[in-house]
Structures are given as structure tokens and as C-alpha cells.
């Protein structure tokens, strides 16, 4: 298949789990500032640094209070990675690529791209009309549920279809790694707080970001920061833990080479194996004693190198490649 196509099938599955991630820690957040208010932005700052642009947000605005993070991190079309910028992209992806994918996946990404267009203009009048509205954040969730449940029952798993769950479980990995690394690692300064009421409630909020409290529940029953890691990152069943994740990313990276899972012809099989196997074969014991932040910064490290791969085992052009594109380009002018 065209490099192409795969190359907007992967990114436009990203940027829309990315900026359904982003909505939901938004979301979480939203509802524990109406219980804790927070006029000093410990408690929005942290989210920008979860999305990793803590420096473009300091150049930009003077201080992590609720309206100025969630405007970045919403409709900032300065900001890479705000919801905007992620449909705005995502939706350009498909357009590109219409031919390819099912025309009910083009209208699920464009309406997702207008509900959120639209907040922005109504955000550009007066935005604490926005800051209050949290309909808006099931809204986005819904919408991008329903594009990931469009194209798994409307478009043929082919290569394609497997670009873009390879994009998507990545994306979905790396979120949630981010997530739980800033709650162990900034979210609480004081040691005092651990064991405390606001610790519980903001590991359940982790839970929350991940739209995993409920079924966290249904199989530890209390909340445990020990057990809390453990399900984010090595529960097998679990859609948005780390481990899942990469698991399906493995899978339908073997489906894209066609080798069977265990060997590998390319450097993407090979970083994503190893990954896999470093999760499968620890215990949530070896990973407290080795540090849980340099376990997730670990992670991180490695899906951003499985990403990079992709990119360019998939989608770059070799010199070899180019030169032939040229030419046939030459033949079809004259």
C-alpha cells in the first residue's frame, strides 16, 4: 500500500486519541476543582506537563490558572497538541484520504472537528461560558468512541485499518504513562499527604483520567497507590493499560509485516517485542524497588523510540524510493 496512506491512517488515529485523552483528564480535573478550588494552579499545572508542553504554556501565559490551561490545552492553535490542533489535523489526514477510508469515518471526524471548532468560537466571545460547561468533555469522549467503533465496523482490516490501531494503541500507551508518572511524581510534594484522603482521591482521579475507576474496582475493591500502578500498567484485560496497549500495537504491527509474533524483519517488531516482553515478564514488586518514575520514564523513552521507527521504517521516503518517485513523476509529464 501507498506510504501515504498509511502515514495519515496512523496519525489521524493519534491525534484523535490524543485529544479524546486530553479531554478526559480535563474532564477529571474539572470536577475536583468544584471540591478543592485551586487559585494557585497546582492542580491545572500539572496537566500541561502530562501533554509535555510546559514550556511553549510558560512563554505563553503568565501563570497554570484553570481558564488560561484549559484554553491551551483545548483550543490553543499555537499548541501542537491542544484538542483543536489534534482534530484540525486528524481531520486533514482524512480528507486526504477519502478514497481509502468509509464515508461514515469521514463524517464521524468531521462532525467531532466542528463540535470542537465551534466551542472555540464560542470560547474567542467569552470564555467562562466554556470554563463551566462539562457537557462539553462527554461530548468529545463520545465523539471520538464513536469514530473508533465506526471504522472498526464499517472499514476492512486491511494494512490500512492496521496503521491506524497501530497509532491509536501507542498514542493510548503513552497517555496513559504520563498520567500516572505526573500523579506520582508532582502531584504530591508533601510526604505527609501519602495515605491521606487527598491521596486517595487523586489516585482515584488517576483511575478517573483513564476511564478505569470502575473496573479498578470491580477487581481490587480499594484503592492502593501499589495496586493502582500495577493495573494501569500490567493488567492484561484492561483497554487503556500499558501493557494492552503495546500488546495490540504488536499485533497489528505483525499483521502490517506479516511475521508471526516473536521474530521480526524491522526495527519497529523489534523495539515493540522487547517492550512487550520487559512488561510481561515484571511484577509491580521489581518495578517499586527499581523506582515506578524511572520504570515510566522508561516506557515513555521506549514508545517514542517504537514511534520514530514506524515513522521511518513506513513512511519516509528512501533516496532509492525518491529518485524512482521523481522519475515516474517525469515519465507521466511528458
Known amino acids: 500500500m501507498l506510504s501515504r496512506v498509511a502515514d495519515s491512517m ?3 488515529c493519534r491525534y484523535i486519541e490524543r485529544a479524546e485523552n486530553t479531554a478526559r483528564f480535563i474532564a477529571v480535573n474539572f470536577i475536583l476543582a468544584l471540591d478543592a478550588p485551586d487559585p494557585n494552579g497546582a492542580q491545572w499545572m500539572p496537566l500541561v506537563m502530562v501533554s509535555g508542553d510546559n514550556t511553549l504554556f510558560e512563554k505563553k501565559y503568565s501563570t497554570p490558572t484553570k481558564e488560561n490551561v484549559m484554553n491551551f490545552l483545548m483550543f490553543d492553535t499555537d499548541n501542537p ?3 483543536l490542533s489534534c482534530l484540525t489535523s486528524a481531520r486533514e489526514n482524512a480528507r486526504s484520504i477519502r478514497e481509502i477510508i468509509s464515508s461514515e469515518m469521514w463524517e464521524q471526524v468531521n462532525k467531532f472537528y466542528l463540535l470542537v471548532r465551534d466551542l472555540a468560537m464560542q470560547a474567542r466571545t467569552d470564555f467562562s461560558v466554556i470554563a463551566n460547561q462539562f457537557e462539553m468533555f462527554t461530548k468529545m469522549k463520545l465523539s471520538a468512541h464513536l469514530f473508533e467503533g465506526v471504522m472498526a465496523a464499517t472499514m476492512s482490516h486491511n494494512e490500512a485499518w492496521h496503521f491506524g490501531r497501530l497509532g491509536r ?14 500523579k506520582y511524581f508532582i502531584l504530591l510534594p508533601d510526604i505527609a499527604d501519602v495515605g491521606s484522603s487527598l491521596d486517595n482521591i487523586q489516585w482515584a482521579a488517576v483511575l478517573k483520567s483513564a476511564s478505569a475507576l470502575e473496573m479498578y474496582r470491580k477487581t481490587y475493591h480499594r484503592i492502593d497507590p501499589v495496586l493502582v500502578a500495577s493495573f494501569l500498567l500490567l493488567d492484561d484485560v484492561f483497554p487503556r493499560s500499558i501493557r494492552y496497549a503495546v500488546s495490540r500495537a504488536q499485533r497489528s504491527l505483525a499483521s502490517i509485516t506479516g511475521n508471526p509474533i516473536g521474530r521480526f524483519d524491522t526495527q519497529p517488531e523489534k523495539l515493540i517485542g522487547k517492550l512487550r516482553s520487559d512488561l510481561e515478564f515484571t ?13 515510566l520514564d522508561d516506557v515513555q ?8 521507527s514506524v515513522v521511518e521504517t513506513f ?3 528512501r533516496p532509492m524510493e525518491m529518485m524512482q518517485f521523481q522519475h515516474q ?3 507521466t509529464q511528458n
Open 329 to 331: 513523476n517525469f515519465q
Open 301 to 308: 523513552i521506549k514508545l517514542n523510540d517504537i514511534g520514530a
Open 169 to 182: 494503541f501507542l498514542e493510548r500507551a503513552d497517555k496513559t504513562s504520563r498520567i500516572l508518572d505526573v
Open 10 to 12: 496512523y496519525w489521524m
Open 315 to 317: 513512511f519516509t521516503l
Open 81 to 83: 497538541n491542544s484538542i
Open 283 to 295: 511484577d509491580i514488586k521489581e518495578i517499586f524497588t527499581t523506582g515506578l518514575h524511572e520504570c
